[in-house]
């Protein structure tokens, strides 16, 4: 999907570095050492993960993978290829099982995925023993939007989802929760009052100078409803 809408607003969230730092925080301790990232565009995050035994950054595009190739070539533990998690093959499948993968990282991918159960299905086949999926998706059908639409998501999450994946997954859910709820009722102001099919620039950079003072109320007190979810599957043994 190409809008230039969409690629100024990857542009400007690939800049929110607070933000980035925030999600970085969520999801760390359920991190290994043996790392597959779906989706990983233009390696935001692949730096974050730098230092591990295996870094293998994905992506369905080549143009991104011929990027972070380049990008990333100094790094010994870095490895990038094409992945399209609708559909692995079964040579890509052995391939990633040799490689011992421990942690398979989709942040705000699923969205993206007509039949998400499925792709999660195909990647913890995919997974070591006690592997984990770690899982960071918009929540919360009711703010589904245009500007959903135009960034290509099929549906938001709830807790419930990711419960109701449990069983046909065989996987344990280890933590299941909401955040970012001030950014909740921006998305609800911006996108299904006013409509915007786009990211405002001035409101989202003050909400990234403001995120680490979010980041530490959301530390001690949970918030029932965010504008994002974090979920972490566990491979059973």
């Given at each position: 999907m190409k809008n230039s809408h969409v690629d100024k607003d990857l542009k400007l969230l690939a800049e929110a570095g607070h933000y980035q730092d925030w999600i970085y925080s969520l999801i760390s301790p359920f991190l290994g050492k043996r790392i597959l990232d779906i989706g990983s565009g233009i390696g935001t995050y692949i730096k974050k993960y730098l230092g591990r035994d295996l870094v293998l950054a994905t992506d369905f595009d080549p143009s991104y993978v011929s990027y972070l190739n380049n990008h990333f070539n100094?790094?010994?533990?870095?490895?990038?290829?094409?992945?399209?998690?609708?559909?692995?093959?079964?040579?890509?499948?052995?391939?990633?099982?040799?490689?011992?993968?421990?942690?398979?990282?989709?942040?705000?991918?699923?969205?993206?995925?007509?039949?998400?159960?499925?792709?999660?299905?195909?990647?913890?086949?995919?997974?070591?023993?006690?592997?984990?999926?770690?899982?960071?998706?918009?929540?919360?059908?009711?703010?589904?939007?245009?500007?959903?639409?135009?960034?290509?998501h099929w549906r938001r999450?709830?807790?419930?989802?990711?419960?109701?994946?449990?069983?046909?997954?065989?996987?344990?859910?280890?933590?299941?929760?909401?955040?970012?709820?001030?950014?909740?009722f921006g998305w609800y102001i911006n996108a299904k009052i006013f409509k915007m099919t786009h990211l405002p620039t001035r409101q989202t950079i003050y909400f990234d100078m403001l995120s680490p003072m979010f980041r530490k109320l959301e530390k001690y007190l949970k918030p029932p409803v965010g504008l994002s979810i974090i979920a972490v599957f566990q491979k059973n043994d």
């Open positions: 100094k790094h010994s533990e870095v490895s990038s290829q094409i992945l399209d998690i609708c559909n692995i093959s079964e040579i890509q499948k052995n391939i990633l099982v040799k490689e011992r993968i421990d942690t398979i990282i989709l942040l705000n991918v699923l969205e993206h995925v007509n039949d998400d159960l499925g792709a999660l299905m195909r990647l913890s086949d995919c997974l070591n023993k006690s592997g984990r999926l770690v899982v960071v998706v918009p929540a919360l059908q009711i703010l589904y939007s245009d500007l959903d639409k135009v960034y290509g999450y709830s807790r419930k989802d990711f419960k109701r994946m449990r069983a046909p997954l065989g996987m344990t859910l280890l933590t299941c929760h909401y955040f970012n709820f001030f950014g909740f």
